[in-house]
């Protein structure tokens, strides 16, 4: 959980990056959320409270979603909210899941469907390979973003 919450953090410390000159109040807000995410993932252990990391997660989810659709960086906020999904449902999920990879990922797509509405969920997918782990599959989907836009200059993860 920690290292994918640091990925994720600092894919939407890029995004905030991008939209400095724009708008330097979001962007503060996305670091201090992004900074909020890695805090409250630091020292979390399978059984310990989610409700921290919920929170900043979806604190997140929020700010992105006031990002507008038609932003020239907008693969990568969908890949963030996509990010941000499976981090939060596999959280929830947690309690629920097996040895059975199928019905945990049913259960964490499931749990996506309950979280509140973003305008970014579903424009992007984290393309995920058998054997792959959720960390692996979004860092490779972003970095194959960034190849695919270097002119906008995004780091890889």
């Not at 973003?118 to 979004?138: K, L, S, Y």
Request: aromatic share 6%.
């Amino acid at each position: 959980i920690q290292s994918d919450a640091l990925a994720v953090a600092k894919a939407v410390q890029s995004i905030a990056n991008a939209l400095q000159a724009a708008d330097p109040t979001l962007a503060s807000e996305l670091n201090a959320a992004a900074a909020a995410l890695i805090a409250a993932t630091t020292n979390w252990t399978t059984g310990s409270a989610i409700a921290d990391i919920n929170d900043a997660a979806q604190a997140i989810e929020a700010l992105l979603g006031a990002i507008p659709l038609t932003a020239p960086y907008a693969v990568f906020v969908g890949i963030a909210v996509a990010a941000l999904d499976i981090l939060i449902a596999n959280l929830g999920t947690q309690s629920t899941q097996s040895t059975n990879t199928m019905a945990n990922a049913k259960a964490v797509l499931a749990y996506v469907d309950t979280l509140p509405p973003n305008p970014w969920r579903g424009t992007a997918q984290i393309h995920r390979h058998v054997f792959e782990g959720p960390r692996a599959a979004f860092v490779g989907t972003w970095n194959d973003a960034v190849k695919a836009q270097p002119a906008l200059g995004f780091p890889t993860l």
